[in-house]
């Protein structure tokens, strides 16, 4: 009996323990997150963004593409004019291989406020791949907009 008696102490020993460590290291993480919680929207640096978009033409899965990309961003003092810079690896899944190829990813946008209420934006990005004759390529891909805030 005292054989079961000293492994439950142990075990409880054990999970305090690891509950102070983890109470520790989620209290780091509070206060190295916290200048972002408290930031405003003009806040200027670096960034990791991860995205993954799929593609489903005609209700069928074809492929997806996860990127994970670090990049920068800023605006100018006045804050009418925003921009962004970013890349990194891009995870390029094919349905019909079933295969998953690492390409390089980058975008550059910016946008611009015309008014309080209205602002353009702009973005090029590009991604590497291989030519259907083994060479290398860059698809290009290009967004322009408008947003309207009421």
């Known amino acids: 009996m005292s054989g ?3 492994s439950a102490r142990d075990f409880l020993i054990l999970a305090r323990y690891l509950k102070t460590i983890m109470s520790i290291k ?3 993480a509070a206060v190295a997150a916290s200048p972002f919680l408290l930031a405003g929207a003009a806040f200027a640096g670096p960034y990791v963004n991860i995205e993954a978009n799929g593609s489903y033409p005609d209700g069928d899965y074809t492929g997806a593409t996860t ?12 804050g009418k004019v925003a921009y962004y810079v970013q890349g990194g690896p891009a995870f390029v899944h094919t349905e019909s291989t079933d295969d998953t190829e690492t390409e390089l990813s980058g975008k550059v946008g910016a946008s611009v406020a015309v008014n309080e209420d209205l602002s353009i934006y702009g973005e090029i990005s590009g991604i590497s791949a291989e030519a259907s004759n083994g ?5 290009w891909g290009g967004k322009l907009g408008a947003k309207f805030v009421f």
């Open 4 to 6: 079961i008696l000293s």
């Open 26 to 28: 989620s209290t780091i």
């Open 67 to 78: 990127d994970v990309a670090v990049g920068f961003e800023g605006a100018t003092s006045e």
């Open 135 to 139: 060479d290398d390529e860059i698809n």
